[in-house]
Protein backbone atom coordinates (compact mmCIF):
# COMPACT_ATOMS: atom_id res chain seq x y z
CA UNK A 1 0.00 0.00 0.00
CA UNK A 2 1.33 2.86 -0.95
CA UNK A 3 1.17 6.29 1.07
CA UNK A 4 1.28 9.94 -0.06
CA UNK A 5 3.63 12.99 1.06
CA UNK A 6 0.58 14.91 1.94
CA UNK A 7 -1.14 11.82 3.99
CA UNK A 8 2.81 11.89 6.06
CA UNK A 9 1.85 15.14 6.91
CA UNK A 10 4.27 17.12 4.93
CA UNK A 11 3.71 21.23 5.19
CA UNK A 12 2.00 21.65 1.41
CA UNK A 13 4.50 23.98 0.26
CA UNK A 14 7.13 20.86 0.16
CA UNK A 15 3.95 18.80 -1.12
CA UNK A 16 3.70 21.06 -4.09
CA UNK A 17 7.65 21.03 -4.77
CA UNK A 18 7.46 16.93 -4.47
CA UNK A 19 4.85 17.35 -6.85
CA UNK A 20 6.13 19.27 -9.64
CA UNK A 21 9.13 16.73 -9.31
CA UNK A 22 6.66 14.26 -10.55
CA UNK A 23 7.31 12.28 -6.70
CA UNK A 24 3.76 12.19 -5.16
CA UNK A 25 4.18 8.76 -3.18
CA UNK A 26 6.80 8.21 -0.31
CA UNK A 27 9.07 5.29 -0.36
CA UNK A 28 9.22 2.93 2.47
CA UNK A 29 11.96 4.63 4.37
CA UNK A 30 9.86 8.15 4.06
CA UNK A 31 7.18 6.44 5.24
CA UNK A 32 8.62 4.76 7.98
CA UNK A 33 10.67 7.65 9.26
CA UNK A 34 8.20 11.32 8.23
CA UNK A 35 6.27 11.31 11.19
CA UNK A 36 8.86 11.07 14.28
CA UNK A 37 11.19 13.56 12.28
CA UNK A 38 8.66 15.94 11.44
CA UNK A 39 7.90 15.66 15.24
CA UNK A 40 11.26 16.63 16.33
CA UNK A 41 12.17 12.99 17.44
CA UNK A 42 15.92 11.61 16.98
CA UNK A 43 15.83 9.20 14.34
CA UNK A 44 17.97 6.64 13.67
CA UNK A 45 17.35 5.00 9.88
CA UNK A 46 18.93 2.05 8.11
CA UNK A 47 18.10 1.46 4.59
CA UNK A 48 20.02 -0.08 1.52
CA UNK A 49 21.54 2.71 -0.92
CA UNK A 50 18.87 4.10 -3.47
CA UNK A 51 16.03 3.50 -1.11
CA UNK A 52 15.45 7.32 -0.92
CA UNK A 53 17.52 8.41 2.38
CA UNK A 54 18.25 11.67 1.24
CA UNK A 55 14.46 12.68 0.60
CA UNK A 56 13.99 11.04 4.26
CA UNK A 57 16.56 13.57 5.99
CA UNK A 58 16.05 16.51 3.55
CA UNK A 59 12.16 16.88 4.18
CA UNK A 60 11.62 17.13 7.70
CA UNK A 61 15.33 19.18 7.63
CA UNK A 62 13.58 22.08 5.67
CA UNK A 63 10.03 21.61 7.00
CA UNK A 64 10.84 22.11 10.84
CA UNK A 65 13.39 25.40 10.20
CA UNK A 66 11.35 26.64 7.37
CA UNK A 67 7.96 26.77 9.47
CA UNK A 68 9.78 27.73 12.43
CA UNK A 69 12.07 30.47 10.67
CA UNK A 70 10.61 31.61 7.66
CA UNK A 71 11.51 35.45 6.53
CA UNK A 72 14.10 35.57 9.56
CA UNK A 73 17.83 36.04 8.31
CA UNK A 74 20.33 34.08 9.89
CA UNK A 75 23.05 35.10 11.40
CA UNK A 76 26.10 35.35 9.93
CA UNK A 77 28.81 32.12 10.40
CA UNK A 78 25.63 30.40 12.61
CA UNK A 79 23.67 27.79 10.85
CA UNK A 80 20.32 26.67 11.96
CA UNK A 81 20.78 22.88 10.38
CA UNK A 82 23.51 21.00 9.44
CA UNK A 83 24.15 17.96 7.02
CA UNK A 84 27.18 16.11 7.57
CA UNK A 85 28.38 13.80 4.63
CA UNK A 86 31.94 12.04 4.19
CA UNK A 87 32.75 12.86 0.44
CA UNK A 88 32.16 16.08 -1.84
CA UNK A 89 30.54 14.38 -4.20
CA UNK A 90 27.97 13.57 -1.48
CA UNK A 91 27.54 17.00 0.21
CA UNK A 92 26.87 18.43 -3.46
CA UNK A 93 24.41 16.16 -4.35
CA UNK A 94 22.29 16.72 -0.63
CA UNK A 95 22.56 20.18 -1.07
CA UNK A 96 21.07 19.80 -5.08
CA UNK A 97 18.20 17.74 -3.00
CA UNK A 98 17.97 20.24 -0.46
CA UNK A 99 17.79 23.91 -2.46
CA UNK A 100 14.64 23.37 -4.20
CA UNK A 101 12.69 22.58 -1.12
CA UNK A 102 14.49 25.31 1.07
CA UNK A 103 13.48 27.88 -1.51
CA UNK A 104 10.05 27.18 -0.54
CA UNK A 105 10.67 29.08 2.66
CA UNK A 106 13.40 31.52 1.44
CA UNK A 107 15.63 29.69 3.15
CA UNK A 108 18.94 29.61 1.64
CA UNK A 109 21.64 26.48 1.74
CA UNK A 110 25.42 26.02 0.73
CA UNK A 111 28.43 23.51 0.55
CA UNK A 112 31.26 23.11 2.68
CA UNK A 113 34.18 20.46 1.34
CA UNK A 114 38.15 20.36 1.03
CA UNK A 115 39.68 20.41 -2.49
CA UNK A 116 38.53 23.94 -3.05
CA UNK A 117 39.29 27.28 -1.87
CA UNK A 118 37.41 28.27 0.85
CA UNK A 119 37.03 31.80 -0.14
CA UNK A 120 33.29 31.45 -1.35
CA UNK A 121 32.49 28.96 1.33
CA UNK A 122 33.59 31.84 3.77
CA UNK A 123 31.35 34.60 2.18
CA UNK A 124 28.39 32.71 2.14
CA UNK A 125 28.46 31.83 5.77
CA UNK A 126 29.18 35.34 6.48
CA UNK A 127 26.39 36.80 4.59
CA UNK A 128 24.28 33.88 6.76
CA UNK A 129 22.85 30.84 5.84
CA UNK A 130 20.26 28.23 7.19
CA UNK A 131 21.12 24.94 6.08
CA UNK A 132 25.31 23.93 5.68
CA UNK A 133 25.99 20.16 4.23
CA UNK A 134 29.62 19.88 5.23
CA UNK A 135 32.63 17.22 4.75
CA UNK A 136 33.98 16.83 8.36
CA UNK A 137 37.42 18.28 7.64
CA UNK A 138 36.64 21.14 6.07
CA UNK A 139 33.82 22.08 8.42
CA UNK A 140 36.29 21.70 11.25
CA UNK A 141 39.05 24.40 9.52
CA UNK A 142 36.51 26.71 9.54
CA UNK A 143 35.09 26.39 12.73
CA UNK A 144 39.10 26.46 13.96
CA UNK A 145 39.13 29.77 12.43
CA UNK A 146 36.38 31.01 13.60
CA UNK A 147 34.50 31.46 10.32
CA UNK A 148 31.75 29.33 11.85
CA UNK A 149 29.67 28.49 14.99
CA UNK A 150 27.46 25.36 15.52
CA UNK A 151 25.59 26.89 18.76
CA UNK A 152 22.49 27.89 16.35
CA UNK A 153 22.25 24.48 14.92
CA UNK A 154 18.61 23.25 16.10
CA UNK A 155 18.81 19.95 13.83
CA UNK A 156 21.90 17.90 12.79
CA UNK A 157 21.92 15.01 10.16
CA UNK A 158 24.83 12.49 10.39
CA UNK A 159 24.43 10.66 6.25
CA UNK A 160 26.49 7.62 5.68
CA UNK A 161 28.06 7.26 8.95
CA UNK A 162 28.79 3.58 8.00
CA UNK A 163 31.04 5.18 5.32
CA UNK A 164 31.92 8.18 7.79
CA UNK A 165 34.01 4.94 10.02
CA UNK A 166 35.22 3.46 7.01
CA UNK A 167 37.12 6.95 6.22
CA UNK A 168 38.36 7.88 9.65
CA UNK A 169 35.89 10.82 10.00
CA UNK A 170 34.42 9.48 13.60
CA UNK A 171 36.38 11.83 15.81
CA UNK A 172 36.16 14.87 13.79
CA UNK A 173 32.15 13.79 13.14
CA UNK A 174 31.94 13.45 17.10
CA UNK A 175 34.13 16.95 17.83
CA UNK A 176 31.76 18.33 15.65
CA UNK A 177 28.28 16.81 17.04
CA UNK A 178 29.85 18.38 20.56
CA UNK A 179 29.80 21.94 19.35
CA UNK A 180 25.99 21.43 18.54
CA UNK A 181 23.51 21.47 20.95
CA UNK A 182 22.40 18.99 22.78
CA UNK A 183 18.91 19.32 22.96
CA UNK A 184 18.75 19.76 18.93
CA UNK A 185 17.28 17.37 16.90
CA UNK A 186 19.75 14.71 15.34
CA UNK A 187 18.69 12.40 12.52
CA UNK A 188 21.41 9.48 11.61
CA UNK A 189 21.53 7.46 8.45
CA UNK A 190 23.89 4.68 7.73
CA UNK A 191 23.91 0.89 5.83
CA UNK A 192 25.37 -1.01 9.41
CA UNK A 193 25.99 -0.16 12.80
CA UNK A 194 29.87 -1.35 13.03
CA UNK A 195 32.96 0.31 13.11
CA UNK A 196 31.81 2.86 16.20
CA UNK A 197 28.65 4.55 14.62
CA UNK A 198 26.83 2.48 17.31
CA UNK A 199 29.11 4.61 19.46
CA UNK A 200 28.02 7.86 18.06
CA UNK A 201 24.18 6.48 18.28
CA UNK A 202 24.52 5.88 22.00
CA UNK A 203 26.57 9.61 22.57
CA UNK A 204 24.49 11.58 20.67
CA UNK A 205 21.11 10.70 19.47
CA UNK A 206 18.36 10.64 22.49
CA UNK A 207 15.30 8.22 22.89
CA UNK A 208 16.12 7.44 19.06
CA UNK A 209 13.43 5.52 17.30
CA UNK A 210 15.30 3.17 15.17
CA UNK A 211 13.69 2.29 11.43
CA UNK A 212 15.06 -0.50 9.60
CA UNK A 213 13.79 -0.48 6.03
CA UNK A 214 16.45 -3.40 4.73
CA UNK A 215 18.86 -5.73 5.91
CA UNK A 216 21.96 -3.77 6.03
CA UNK A 217 23.88 -5.44 3.75
CA UNK A 218 20.32 -7.08 1.07
CA UNK A 219 21.00 -6.26 -2.28
CA UNK A 220 18.52 -4.78 -4.41
CA UNK A 221 15.74 -7.01 -5.69
CA UNK A 222 15.21 -5.16 -9.32
CA UNK A 223 19.08 -5.57 -9.64
CA UNK A 224 20.51 -8.45 -11.75
CA UNK A 225 23.98 -9.63 -11.01
CA UNK A 226 26.21 -11.29 -13.50
CA UNK A 227 29.71 -12.63 -13.20
CA UNK A 228 31.70 -12.35 -16.73
CA UNK A 229 34.71 -14.32 -16.68
CA UNK A 230 37.18 -13.92 -19.49
CA UNK A 231 40.37 -15.93 -20.94
CA UNK A 232 42.66 -13.16 -21.22
CA UNK A 233 43.18 -9.37 -20.25
CA UNK A 234 42.91 -8.89 -24.00
CA UNK A 235 39.61 -10.61 -24.10
CA UNK A 236 38.79 -8.53 -21.41
CA UNK A 237 39.59 -5.32 -23.08
CA UNK A 238 37.01 -5.73 -25.83
CA UNK A 239 34.54 -6.91 -23.41
CA UNK A 240 34.52 -3.42 -21.74
CA UNK A 241 33.96 -1.74 -24.95
CA UNK A 242 31.33 -3.76 -25.85
CA UNK A 243 29.68 -3.46 -22.81
CA UNK A 244 30.10 0.24 -23.05
CA UNK A 245 28.78 0.53 -26.34
CA UNK A 246 24.97 0.77 -25.59
CA UNK A 247 22.45 3.08 -25.93
CA UNK A 248 22.02 3.91 -21.77
CA UNK A 249 24.15 5.38 -19.54
CA UNK A 250 26.16 3.08 -17.85
CA UNK A 251 29.11 3.45 -15.21
CA UNK A 252 32.37 1.52 -14.84
CA UNK A 253 34.37 0.77 -12.07
CA UNK A 254 37.97 0.76 -12.16
CA UNK A 255 40.92 -0.01 -8.91
CA UNK A 256 42.91 2.78 -10.02
CA UNK A 257 43.33 6.50 -10.77
CA UNK A 258 45.00 5.73 -13.76
CA UNK A 259 43.12 2.95 -15.25
CA UNK A 260 39.57 4.86 -14.89
CA UNK A 261 41.32 8.22 -16.50
CA UNK A 262 43.15 6.12 -19.81
CA UNK A 263 40.26 3.62 -20.16
CA UNK A 264 37.84 6.90 -20.72
CA UNK A 265 40.21 8.55 -22.61
CA UNK A 266 40.31 4.92 -24.90
CA UNK A 267 36.48 4.87 -24.79
CA UNK A 268 36.15 8.70 -26.09
CA UNK A 269 39.01 7.86 -28.92
CA UNK A 270 36.71 4.81 -30.34
CA UNK A 271 33.48 6.73 -30.39
CA UNK A 272 31.98 6.15 -26.99
CA UNK A 273 31.93 9.07 -25.32
CA UNK A 274 33.00 9.04 -21.76
CA UNK A 275 34.10 10.94 -18.67
CA UNK A 276 36.41 9.67 -15.43
CA UNK A 277 35.77 11.07 -11.98
CA UNK A 278 38.81 9.93 -9.08
CA UNK A 279 40.61 11.41 -6.62
CA UNK A 280 43.04 13.25 -9.25
CA UNK A 281 40.35 15.61 -10.69
CA UNK A 282 39.82 18.72 -9.67
CA UNK A 283 36.25 19.86 -7.91
CA UNK A 284 35.71 21.88 -11.24
CA UNK A 285 36.72 19.16 -13.18
CA UNK A 286 34.32 16.49 -11.59
CA UNK A 287 31.85 18.92 -11.60
CA UNK A 288 31.86 19.35 -15.34
CA UNK A 289 32.50 15.56 -16.32
CA UNK A 290 29.62 14.93 -13.83
CA UNK A 291 27.25 17.10 -15.73
CA UNK A 292 28.42 15.69 -18.89
CA UNK A 293 27.02 12.52 -18.11
CA UNK A 294 24.23 13.68 -16.28
CA UNK A 295 23.11 15.22 -20.03
CA UNK A 296 23.54 12.67 -21.53
CA UNK A 297 26.81 14.21 -23.47
CA UNK A 298 28.43 11.59 -22.43
CA UNK A 299 26.66 8.45 -21.83
CA UNK A 300 29.80 6.09 -19.85
CA UNK A 301 30.98 7.46 -16.55
CA UNK A 302 34.61 5.62 -15.67
CA UNK A 303 35.48 5.84 -12.04
CA UNK A 304 36.95 4.38 -9.00
CA UNK A 305 35.48 4.16 -5.32
CA UNK A 306 35.42 7.86 -5.09
CA UNK A 307 31.61 7.43 -7.35
CA UNK A 308 30.45 4.48 -5.05
CA UNK A 309 28.60 7.12 -2.76
CA UNK A 310 27.11 10.05 -3.49
CA UNK A 311 26.75 9.72 -7.15
CA UNK A 312 22.99 9.76 -8.35
CA UNK A 313 22.21 9.89 -11.72
CA UNK A 314 18.57 8.81 -13.16
CA UNK A 315 18.65 5.91 -15.67
CA UNK A 316 21.63 4.58 -15.16
CA UNK A 317 20.62 0.99 -16.44
CA UNK A 318 24.17 -1.05 -15.91
CA UNK A 319 27.08 -0.98 -14.02
CA UNK A 320 30.89 -2.80 -14.82
CA UNK A 321 32.94 -3.66 -12.23
CA UNK A 322 35.97 -3.76 -14.62
CA UNK A 323 37.95 -4.54 -11.70
CA UNK A 324 36.68 -6.54 -8.85
CA UNK A 325 36.31 -4.30 -6.01
CA UNK A 326 38.61 -4.65 -2.66
CA UNK A 327 35.74 -5.83 -0.35
CA UNK A 328 31.88 -6.45 -0.31
CA UNK A 329 30.58 -3.09 0.79
CA UNK A 330 32.01 -1.35 -1.81
CA UNK A 331 30.36 -4.11 -4.25
CA UNK A 332 27.05 -2.93 -3.01
CA UNK A 333 27.92 0.97 -2.71
CA UNK A 334 29.46 0.42 -6.50
CA UNK A 335 26.52 -1.71 -7.51
CA UNK A 336 23.55 0.83 -6.14
CA UNK A 337 24.48 3.41 -8.47
CA UNK A 338 22.03 1.57 -10.58
CA UNK A 339 18.10 0.23 -9.82
CA UNK A 340 17.51 3.10 -7.67
CA UNK A 341 14.40 4.63 -6.50
CA UNK A 342 12.54 1.02 -7.37
CA UNK A 343 14.12 1.26 -10.97
CA UNK A 344 15.56 -1.98 -12.49
CA UNK A 345 19.24 -2.04 -13.56
CA UNK A 346 21.96 -4.66 -14.51
CA UNK A 347 25.33 -5.55 -12.75
CA UNK A 348 28.15 -7.14 -13.94
CA UNK A 349 31.79 -8.48 -12.76
CA UNK A 350 34.07 -9.26 -14.86
CA UNK A 351 36.89 -11.88 -13.39
CA UNK A 352 40.34 -13.37 -14.87
CA UNK A 353 40.60 -17.06 -13.70
CA UNK A 354 42.81 -16.01 -11.29
CA UNK A 355 40.55 -13.37 -9.50
CA UNK A 356 37.01 -16.06 -9.71
CA UNK A 357 38.08 -17.54 -6.06
CA UNK A 358 38.46 -14.12 -4.33
CA UNK A 359 35.25 -12.90 -6.24
CA UNK A 360 32.82 -15.20 -5.14
CA UNK A 361 34.13 -15.02 -1.50
CA UNK A 362 33.19 -11.44 -1.64
CA UNK A 363 29.97 -12.04 -3.54
CA UNK A 364 28.94 -14.89 -0.67
CA UNK A 365 29.52 -11.34 1.88
CA UNK A 366 27.62 -9.90 -0.07
CA UNK A 367 24.57 -12.00 -0.01
CA UNK A 368 24.78 -12.07 -3.53
CA UNK A 369 24.19 -15.32 -5.55
CA UNK A 370 25.68 -15.91 -9.26
CA UNK A 371 27.57 -17.94 -10.99
CA UNK A 372 30.27 -17.33 -13.54
CA UNK A 373 29.99 -17.44 -17.03
CA UNK A 374 32.75 -17.39 -19.75
CA UNK A 375 31.94 -14.95 -22.45
CA UNK A 376 33.66 -13.12 -24.92
CA UNK A 377 32.65 -9.81 -26.51
CA UNK A 378 30.47 -12.07 -29.36
CA UNK A 379 28.85 -13.85 -26.52
CA UNK A 380 24.83 -13.96 -27.06
CA UNK A 381 24.36 -12.95 -23.12
CA UNK A 382 26.46 -10.40 -23.79
CA UNK A 383 24.93 -9.22 -27.28
CA UNK A 384 21.54 -8.97 -25.81
CA UNK A 385 22.76 -7.14 -22.40
CA UNK A 386 24.28 -4.15 -24.08
CA UNK A 387 21.29 -4.11 -26.89
CA UNK A 388 21.77 -2.06 -29.82
CA UNK A 389 24.59 0.15 -30.37
CA UNK A 390 24.40 3.88 -29.35
CA UNK A 391 25.76 5.79 -32.71
CA UNK A 392 29.47 6.46 -33.10
CA UNK A 393 30.41 9.96 -32.30
CA UNK A 394 33.40 11.13 -33.75
CA UNK A 395 36.22 12.46 -30.76
CA UNK A 396 36.88 16.18 -30.58
CA UNK A 397 39.90 16.76 -32.64
CA UNK A 398 42.80 17.48 -30.79
CA UNK A 399 44.34 21.19 -31.55
CA UNK A 400 47.71 20.99 -31.99
CA UNK A 401 49.28 24.29 -32.53
CA UNK A 402 52.90 24.38 -34.60
CA UNK A 403 56.19 25.49 -33.68
CA UNK A 404 55.96 29.12 -34.22
CA UNK A 405 52.65 29.01 -35.49
CA UNK A 406 49.38 30.25 -34.04
CA UNK A 407 49.01 32.94 -30.64
CA UNK A 408 49.59 31.72 -27.36
CA UNK A 409 48.07 33.79 -24.89
CA UNK A 410 50.01 33.23 -22.36
CA UNK A 411 51.88 36.01 -19.88
CA UNK A 412 55.37 35.87 -21.50
CA UNK A 413 53.97 35.43 -24.71
CA UNK A 414 51.78 38.93 -24.46
CA UNK A 415 55.11 40.54 -23.01
CA UNK A 416 57.26 39.33 -26.18
CA UNK A 417 54.50 40.89 -28.73
CA UNK A 418 54.49 43.78 -26.79
CA UNK A 419 58.05 44.33 -26.59
CA UNK A 420 58.04 43.36 -30.55
CA UNK A 421 55.17 45.81 -31.54
CA UNK A 422 57.75 49.02 -30.03
CA UNK A 423 60.63 47.46 -31.34
CA UNK A 424 61.95 46.03 -28.49
CA UNK A 425 63.33 42.84 -28.12
CA UNK A 426 61.43 39.89 -26.54
CA UNK A 427 65.38 38.08 -25.14
CA UNK A 428 65.62 37.97 -21.51
CA UNK A 429 67.19 41.36 -20.23
CA UNK A 430 70.87 40.83 -18.91
CA UNK A 431 72.09 40.77 -15.38
CA UNK A 432 72.95 44.55 -15.15
CA UNK A 433 69.52 45.51 -16.57
CA UNK A 434 67.56 43.48 -14.61
CA UNK A 435 69.57 45.35 -11.50
CA UNK A 436 68.49 48.94 -13.31
CA UNK A 437 71.43 49.33 -15.55
CA UNK A 438 73.91 49.64 -13.30
CA UNK A 439 77.92 49.08 -14.64
CA UNK A 440 80.24 46.97 -12.67
CA UNK A 441 80.41 48.93 -9.28
CA UNK A 442 76.75 48.73 -8.64
CA UNK A 443 75.98 52.81 -9.81
CA UNK A 444 73.53 53.47 -12.32
CA UNK A 445 74.63 54.29 -16.12
CA UNK A 446 74.55 58.07 -16.92
CA UNK A 447 72.78 57.90 -19.72
CA UNK A 448 70.32 54.85 -20.83
CA UNK A 449 68.49 54.30 -23.85
CA UNK A 450 64.64 54.31 -23.27
CA UNK A 451 64.82 50.67 -25.11
CA UNK A 452 67.86 49.26 -23.05
CA UNK A 453 67.75 45.95 -25.00
CA UNK A 454 68.69 47.31 -28.34
Known sequence: MTTTFAELGLPTPLVAILRDEGKTEAFPIQQDTLPDTLAGRDVLGRGKTGSGKTIAFALPLVARIGEKHAGQKPRPGRPR???LAPTRELATQIAATISPLAEAYGLTTTTVFGGVRQTSQVNALRRGVDIV??????????????QVTLDAVEITVLDEADHMADLGFLPGVTRILEATPREGQRLLFSATLDNGVDRLVKKFLTNAKLHSVDEAHSPVAAMTHSIYEVASVEIKKELVKKLASGQGRRILFTRTKHAAKKLAKQLTNGGIPAVDLHGNLSQNQRDR?????ASGEARVLVATDVAARGVHVDNVELVV???PPAEHKAYLHRSGRTARAGSEGQVV??????????LLQLLRKAAITATPTTVTAQ???VVQLVGPAAEYVAPAPVVQQKKGGGASTGANAKRKRALRSTGGSSRTPSRENRRGGTGGNGRKSASRSPHPSR
Not at 133 to 146: H, W
Not at 349 to 358: G, S
Open 349 to 358: TICLPEQRRD
Open 289 to 293: NLARF
Open 321 to 323: HVD
Open 133 to 146: VACPGRLEDLMKQG
Open 379 to 381: SES
Open 81 to 83: GLV
